[in-house]
């Protein structure tokens, strides 16, 4: 059943692990995210796996009563992976289909602490942004400063000149997840999300 406070919120796609090893602190705060979106009025988009963030952020928006997008993998599925949170599943042949769902299916992008998955999503929603495919706010949450020593690298790639030094497209940085949805709703407010 639609939740109708979601119906004129935003889209908002959530990057983050599937892995459960990860310290109980950052499930938590993906937890609280999930909430936050779903109390916000927005749709929670994310991959529709179990395990580790993905979980915790998918608990937390249907907890608050939010409605829940996912995009998983054939593979991931097969695995026995495929979450039974989401409301609405969409299924892809592969990662690179995947990305480009999530992409085309969301008004902005939050990237939490996670791993190769993660930063693949990172980087190519920049990368994206970068060229003008698209012009969607991206959110990169350094919780703990977990991404001190990428965002290191990238400094030091403008400073080798392999990336422009004003930047067409970059990630907003935010501290934690207060600060992103304070942004977020700067977006919500100041920007109409684009029709689907």
């Known amino acids: 059943m639609v939740n109708e406070q979601t119906v004129n919120g935003l ?5 983050c692990s599937a892995s459960n090893r990860v310290g109980e602190e950052y499930k938590q705060m ?7 979106i779903a109390r916000a009025g927005h749709t929670l988009v ?7 963030l993905m979980t915790a952020v998918a608990e937390g928006a249907k907890a608050a009563g939010g409605n829940i997008t ?3 993998t054939e593979g991931i599925a097969h695995m026995g992976r495929q979450s039974d949170l989401p409301d609405r599943l969409l299924t892809t042949a592969g990662l690179a289909e995947r990305k480009q769902v999530m992409c085309d299916e ?15 999503e990172l980087f190519s929603i920049t990368a994206a942004g970068t060229i003008g495919e698209h012009d969607k706010p991206l959110f990169l949450v350094n919780t703990n400063g977990f991404f001190d020593l990428l ?3 990238i400094e030091h790639m403008k400073a080798e000149c392999f ?4 930047e067409s497209y970059r990630p907003c940085v935010v501290t934690d997840i207060t600060a992103c949805m304070e942004r977020l709703e700067h977006v919500a407010t100041h920007n109409k999300p684009n029709e689907k």
């Open 46 to 52: 994310y991959g529709g796996a179990t395990g580790g």
């Open 163 to 166: 990336i422009p030094e004003q």
């Open 11 to 15: 889209k908002v796609c959530v990057f």
């Open 30 to 36: 993906a937890h609280r995210l999930g909430e936050m």
């Open 106 to 120: 969301s008004d902005c992008f939050i990237a939490l602490p996670g791993g190769y998955g993660t930063l693949d």
């Open 151 to 153: 965002l290191q690298e």
């Open 70 to 72: 996912g995009v998983i």
